[in-house]
């Protein structure tokens, strides 16, 4: 048997390659998963808030920001808030559809679909709140 490894004699040299794989994407999935924010169904917020609302053209798209915008102290999925900004005040219905938090920042989304985000509002100080 010489200098065969008892994982080569158990699971052979494919086998060994596998579980080094496995352990390898073990580690990188938790790397990932330490990186990504949380999704809540609810949150204590600061007051104020950042607005980014997303602007469709023919063939483009752009964002526009607005700062100091006011929010209710506590922001749940399904919530309709109220919002009002710009130097000519509009009004804005902004529908609660997700939630992220990561630390003490937060960001709240019109839409769940990730990769389709219209319009957000970020929040520093953010904190979970019970649902």
């Not at 602007?55 to 309709?80: E, M, Q």
Request: with cysteine.
């Amino acid at each position: 048997m010489g200098r065969e490894s008892f994982r080569t004699r158990k699971f052979g040299r494919a086998g060994t390659h596998c579980l080094w794989i496995a352990g390898l994407m073990m580690v990188i999935t938790s790397i990932g998963a330490a990186a990504q924010p949380n999704t809540v169904n609810a949150v204590w917020s600061s007051g104020r808030g950042v607005l980014t609302k997303r602007i469709d053209w023919l063939v483009a798209s752009s964002h526009r920001t607005y700062h100091h915008i006011r929010l209710p102290p506590r922001i749940a999925v399904g919530d309709t808030i109220t919002l009002s900004f710009g130097s000519s005040p509009k009004t804005y219905g902004f529908l609660v559809a997700r939630i992220t938090l990561k630390g003490n920042h937060c960001q709240i989304f019109s839409e769940a679909e990730i990769h389709h985000h219209r319009d957000k509002i970020s929040v520093t100080p953010c904190y979970p709140a019970r649902s």
